[in-house]
């Protein structure tokens, strides 16, 4: 029971496929309340998906992108106290993925949007929840290794190599707090979003030979477990940390030879 007596807001839950999705159950079967975000289109879904998961969790709408939505969202709440964040949450229009020109195929109104929604988003749900967080609480959010070039992910990928940058910024800005800012980094899972970026399989076929440990593209848990570990007292004095969750390939210069 890691997460006994705290109250945890996840975003992006969508379909049970995803890692929200995991992390909500996780972190319910662990003690904890659980809040869930949606907003728009996505709330039905949403709130399909929180019915199965334990207890259902409340859905508060939440657009990341508008400035109402953020700043009512304490009153929205209705509650003292938030000891966990889940940033789950990432978009870009299509020519940022996979154009074939690359990264010049996207126009500036594109790359803005991507960087709103999947860089700029963490910061600012931070700031919006701020007067809630406990002195012991901690701000997870979901990443892709963003070290290196990927086939296709394009600006999403310098998308996620600024949230890398964010988290550690925002991680000096509230330690001083005792707030956690960390990161996990999951290997490529068949989740809605991955399902949107074109190529991408080729990373996922790719993944189970490059991991040492292999890697399943339809098991989220793995992430979520670390999520939710993070998420609790088990590490006090993590923060600004990028925790690689993908069966080791991060840590692997080249896939071994195809066994004949």
Same mark, same amino acid.
């Given at each position: ?15 049970? /496929?995803? =890692?929200?999705?995991?992390? $909500? ?45 953020? /700043? /009512? ?32 195929? $996207? ?8 960087? +709103? ?49 964010? /988290? ?34 080729? =990373? ?50 080249? $896939?071994?030879?195809? +066994?004949?």
């Amino acid at each position: 029971m890691l997460l006994t007596n705290r109250t945890v807001l996840v975003t992006g839950v969508l379909t049970t /496929s995803s =890692i929200a999705f995991a992390v $909500a159950r996780l972190a319910i079967e662990q003690g904890a309340d659980v809040v869930l975000t949606s907003f728009d289109r996505a709330l039905p879904v949403t709130r399909r998906a929180a019915r199965k998961l334990p207890g259902e969790p409340p859905v508060i709408e939440l657009d990341l992108t508008d400035p109402n939505h953020l /700043s /009512s969202l304490v009153d929205r709440l209705g509650i003292e106290r938030l000891d966990g964040v889940v940033h789950s949450v990432g978009f870009a229009p299509a020519d940022c993925l996979g154009h074939p020109d690359g990264l010049s195929g $996207a126009s500036w109104n594109d790359v803005a949007t991507a960087l +709103e929604v999947s860089t700029y988003s963490l910061t600012a749900l931070v700031r919006a929840v701020r007067p809630l967080l406990s002195p012991t609480a901690s701000v997870v959010g979901l990443d892709f290794d963003a070290s290196v070039a990927w086939p296709a992910y394009d600006w999403m990928g310098v998308a996620k190599a600024a949230l890398e940058a964010s /988290s550690r910024y925002l991680a000096r800005d509230l330690g001083p707090a005792g707030v956690r800012v960390n990161l996990v980094a999951a290997g490529p899972l068949r989740t809605v979003a991955a399902r949107s970026i074109p190529g991408f399989a080729a =990373i996922e076929d790719a993944w189970n030979h490059t991991a040492p440990l292999g890697w399943n593209v339809d098991d989220p848990e793995p992430a979520a477990r670390a999520v939710v570990a993070l998420l609790s007292d088990w590490f006090p004095a993590t923060t600004g940390e990028i925790i690689h969750v993908d069966g080791g390939t991060h840590a692997i210069g080249l $896939a071994p030879p195809a +066994e004949s």
